[in-house]
């Protein structure tokens, strides 16, 4: 793919989430079977409802950037156990004794459809279905022992304590605070970059990229991570719930924002220095790949 | 060990309880080091306000039954896995859109002592670290990389869909409605039979038993796990909260008991021929240790 103009970006995000979504389907199939219909269904709506499939693809895409088979069904396999936590993070994020939110995708969240203990219950089966998953596809996808245990690992440690837990709590004791842009950073690292930036770690392990192609995966993650994050801080506050097809919560709740701290057009300056950050990390690996070029470009410029 | 007459259960369980502790206090020290101060506090609350440690033990106790180093201190962290996926399952299934519990071994709940947010996150953070935990002795145990993968799986799975999460639906499901024996067994056999079972088998497996060895310490451990809920039940309707150290709240919530179900008697009774049923299958698989009859009896016997 080195060097291709031809590369389009919206065709690749359109086929890779259909693959994203198959992977999906499987997982969803073994892990509904075995639980009450009730739960299955609030599971299904966590898992299904929309979403962009960004953490999954941007897996898929790292090992094939660091030479993993391109046709290799089971990367997805392990590419959709990123879904499942993101999944899960967000229908526990949601709930009443959190950030009691309404909408989420449009629809109406988790528990608003299925009630709270369905919802709580859905979010906790899918952490175990997701770290078994990862562990399942490293080995289907051939890795070494060490391999398969190091992806597992990235996966548990960006969803628990180190990760987004640790995230989700500083994003709720910042309602009401005004935050500066350090702890902000740390916020959003923890809430949203972490498991991000362990996407692109996972396909590289995978891939058995070295280890400096691999912090360069890390470092690239981490700055779409905060561009994300800061890009979504931006269209709050200049788009409509319609459009976002969630309530544009935060300023409701009264969090800092990269806008509230730093305006609207240093927030957006910022998302684009950070791409650029981690753009030259992947340079400097020589890690190329038009398709995580192209997301970090499409990260900030998103409308949604 | 086998044929011993000198065995003494309490001095048995108080020894295998300190090394656990130990293993958990290791646990904690990694968990918390990356988590903010108020989760921690939570986490550390649902580890370590008390409990019998039975399912760490039961594991421990598993393994060197079938032939595992008596003295590998990696047992116990593998065993301690089993207490931190118990620690997740009793803070959330407390939380007040579950069983709303004010106390829970005479103490108040995580989230009663530490609010509703920091018990939701400290029971999602302890998932990821319980599973890590597991993976990460197996492999320290010296576990073939199959083993391994086996090992973490009966943990995930009892945790998740096919065993804890669909129990505690079927449990809240229960409320104000009347079950019938075979649908109390269902429950019970997920809410509390599936971790128990998988303690021993888990046990079995990384002590490298064979698979007739292994299907009768999940017999076993079946066994026991239903005796434990019967004893339970017959506890609530026979002790006071002063003894107990929680509410007896089954009776308090309109839960269907085996007392309620058979009366006290025959609930007794019932208990008595589970574990006999348990000890046979154990007897059958030649698998011969006194602390596992030793244990089967007193699960039936104790009086909290």
Same sequence: chains 1, 2.
């Avoid at 639980?35 to 962009?52: C, E, F, N, Q, Y």
């Avoid at 693809?57 to 396999?77: F, K």
């Avoid at 490293?138 to 304590?161: H, I, N, W, Y």
């Amino acid at each position: 793919m080195t060097g291709t103009t031809s590369f389009d970006l919206p065709t690749y995000l359109e086929a890779e989430r259909q693959e994203v979504d198959a992977a999906l389907q499987r997982a969803l199939a073994r892990l509904v079977a075995s639980l009450p219909p009730a739960v299955a269904a609030a599971v299904r709506h966590g898992v299904t409802s929309g979403g962009k499939r960004l953490r999954p693809i941007l897996c898929a895409t790292a090992y094939r950037a660091c030479g993993g088979v391109a046709e290799d069904p089971a990367v997805y396999d392990l590419a959709a156990s990123l879904e499942l936590i993101h999944a899960y993070s967000l229908v526990h994020d949601d709930l009443p004794c959190m950030d009691d939110a309404a909408l989420r995708r449009g629809t109406p969240t988790t528990h608003r459809e299925h009630g709270e203990p369905a919802a709580v219950l859905a979010g906790a089966a899918l952490i175990p279905a997701a770290a078994l998953q990862a562990l399942e596809a490293a080995q289907a996808l051939g890795c070494a022992r060490a391999t398969s245990l190091a992806v597992t690992r990235t996966l548990l440690e960006a969803s628990g304590a180190g990760g987004m837990v640790g995230g989700q709590w500083l994003d709720l004791m910042g309602e009401g605070h005004s935050l500066d842009g350090a702890a902000l950073d740390h916020l959003h690292g923890r809430k949203t970059g972490a498991l991000l930036a362990a996407s692109l770690v996972m396909g590289g392990l995978a891939a058995e990229a070295e280890p400096a192609v691999v912090d360069a995966l890390e470092a690239y993650g981490t700055a779409i991570g905060l561009a994300f994050q800061i890009t979504d801080d931006v269209l709050d506050a200049t788009s409509s719930a319609e459009i976002l097809g969630k309530n544009p919560s935060d300023v409701v709740l009264d969090k800092s924002t990269y806008v509230s701290l730093h305006g609207l057009d240093a927030a957006r300056r910022r998302a684009r220095e950070v791409v650029a950050s981690g753009l030259n990390a992947l340079n400097a690996a020589r890690v190329r790949a038009p398709a995580l070029s192209g997301l970090a470009h499409y990260v900030v410029e998103r409308d949604r």
